[in-house]
């Protein structure tokens, strides 16, 4: 199956791409794309425990199947901003 990943951020800063295609073998979870990505980029593995993930623009879990043509996107933890500060 192929899915499309966007990666936003920080994420994409490190893969040097906000998208790419993934060639999974079925059945393929989250998990295993995000796997994948980890084995394509060090630098990325490390920031991808930390990621929320979204499929076909909803969030979802890691263990959630994917389906040809899904789109998978990586969202890096926020970062910046201070508590107690004002908007």
């Keep these: 199956m192929r899915i499309v990943i966007k990666l936003f951020a920080q994420a994409a800063e490190l893969a040097k791409a906000a998208q790419m295609e993934a060639e999974l073998q079925e059945p393929a979870t989250v998990q295993t794309a995000v796997d994948f990505l980890a084995h394509q980029n060090a630098a ?21 199947t994917l389906g040809d043509g899904d789109e998978l996107a990586i969202i890096p933890p926020v970062s910046g901003g201070s508590l107690g500060g004002h908007c």
């Design 44 to 64: 990325l593995a490390k920031l991808l425990p930390n990621c929320a993930v979204a499929l076909n623009r909803r969030y979802t879990h890691r263990n959630a």
